[in-house]
């Protein structure tokens, strides 16, 4: 069957009256973006700013819109003059209609053909599960499902972060990933040897797909420990992060958390433990070199990737 696509665009005062025109219309299949919603969140939302792109600044700028989908038969256009005149009968302003045909096709299936496997570094070879033909290889197999991850390793600073664990891991080291997202550095290191992993990230959903990718890739759970919550506030969480040193501390999120997470890194550090974080755009690499230095930490290496920057760090004397 193919379809017709419907987008409905309006104010956001307009989003709630035309739901409710279409529920009473027995249709609940409801696509909704409130750019009201959406700058919100870009406002209240600062420190996650450096991976915010230009695409995303200009929907700050767009209207809200409705998308349903419809049948592309008589039934379908029936309902659709049906809707239009509904909607309409309400006089919001603002509101205009417009429709698409669509070819009845998988959309979330089709996207597969562009993700193939990804060699980082020397050793890491990362998978999409579906992959079957895999070439013969020595490196290390990260499985990965891209469709339900934070994460797939394609980005430069998770790039940068994965050589330098290849660099710096010691078989038998613990870990401990903070702002974890799909736990593609933590599983990675345990599957290069290290003998345990912590993850930590402030999104629940975020500790369930690093447990869902710890499975993909047969490690036992038993090596794995996953917490929901925000360190910087949590007192008992961090209390119970420090209740041992680990030999590496990751960090891949942005500079505004690294920064916020550099007063507590020294905590969790043994006395000849790495600290590699990365997120961080090149314009605020200084910044964050200064905040990590002032908090104790002396800086091993530093890298850029393009527009991306990363630190290996250790406890300073």
């Known amino acids: 069957m193919n379809w017709i696509q419907l987008k409905i665009t309006t104010t956001g005062e307009g989003i709630d009256p035309i739901c409710g025109v279409l529920y009473d219309m027995g249709i609940t299949g409801i696509e909704i973006s409130d750019k009201d919603d959406f700058k919100e969140f870009l406002e209240n939302n600062r420190k996650y700013w450096d991976y915010v792109d230009e695409e995303l600044e200009r929907l700050k700028t767009a209207d809200s819109c409705i998308t349903v989908y419809l049948s592309d038969d008589s039934e379908g256009k029936i309902l659709l003059d049906e809707i239009k005149t509904a909607v309409s009968a309400l006089s919001l302003e603002n509101t205009m209609f417009y ?18 496997p990804l060699e980082i570094g020397e050793k890491v070879l990362i998978v999409p599960e579906w992959e079957e033909n895999i070439p013969e290889t020595d490196r290390v197999r990260f499985v990965i499902n891209p469709g339900v991850s934070f994460g797939t390793g394609s980005h430069e600073s998770t790039k ?21 997202g799909s736990g ?40 794995y420990q996953g917490y929901a919550g925000d360190i910087t506030s949590d007192n008992a ?6 209740e041992r040193k680990y030999d590496i501390v990751l ?55 393009n527009e991306w920057a990363a630190f290996v760090a250790e406890k300073g004397m």
């Not at 992993?197 to 975020?206: F, Q, W």
């Not at 090149?282 to 070199?289: G, N, P």
């Open 99 to 116: 429709t698409e045909n669509m070819k009845d096709e998988d959309w979330s299936e089709n996207w597969k053909q562009y993700f193939k």
């Open 160 to 180: 940068m972060c994965i050589e330098e664990i290849e660099k710096h891991l010691k078989d038998g080291d613990s870990v401990l990933d903070l702002g974890c």
């Open 251 to 305: 960090a891949n999120i942005v500079a505004d958390v690294i920064i916020n997470l550099s007063g507590f890194v020294k905590d969790f550090m043994k006395d000849d433990g790495t600290f590699i974080c990365s997120g961080i755009i090149i314009e605020r690499k200084d910044e964050v070199r200064k905040v990590l230095e002032n908090a104790g930490l002396r800086i091993k290496e530093e890298r850029v990737m």
């Open 184 to 223: 593609i550095l933590s599983v990675i290191a345990l599957l290069l040897g290290a003998k345990d992993a912590v993850a930590v990230d402030i999104d629940p959903m975020a500790v369930e797909t690093a447990y869902s990718n710890l499975a993909l890739n047969n490690l036992p759970q038993e090596t």
């Open 237 to 242: 969480l961090c209390e119970k992060l420090a």
